[in-house]
């Protein structure tokens, strides 16, 4: 099917390192040195066809001036699969080490998972999950 395709998830933060040091905690392999980045921009393939994209709020106010932070909670969230119900707690523990915060500590979900949600640096959210069965 011709016509546009998506290609990359981005992510407005507020500060770069702190939140390529959350990522990485959370296995997304970030470049050498994309926490340093002297325009704000961090990338990386995610090895299934997608990009992430951080950028800092100073980089997106370079080209939009009067871009400003939404407030209330984001309708979208990032999604990581683990592989066992541990793993979702030991993402879980990462995830709150590396500067997140907790929204739901992980917990077994009536429709078969084991379920945690956290909010990265800038408030956005993290789901975490695996099947309570395991790999699948």
Aim: proline letters at 5%.
């Amino acid at each position: 099917m011709p016509g546009a395709r998506l290609d990359a998830v981005g992510i407005v933060v507020a500060d770069l390192k702190r939140s390529v040091d959350f990522y990485r905690a959370l296995g997304i392999s970030f470049p050498a040195g994309s926490e340093e980045s002297e325009h704000g921009h961090a990338e990386v393939e995610l090895g299934n066809g997608l990009r992430l994209m951080l950028d800092t709020e100073g980089s997106i106010k370079e080209f939009d001036p009067d871009w400003e932070r939404g407030s209330g909670q984001s309708g979208a969230s990032l999604a990581f699969r683990c592989t066992t119900p541990s793993e979702v707690d030991e993402a879980y523990a990462r995830a709150l080490a590396a500067g997140g915060r907790s929204h739901k500590a992980p917990w077994d979900a009536f429709w078969g998972q084991r379920y945690a949600q956290v909010r990265d640096p800038d408030g956005n959210p993290v789901d975490l999950y695996a099947n309570l069965q395991g790999e699948g």
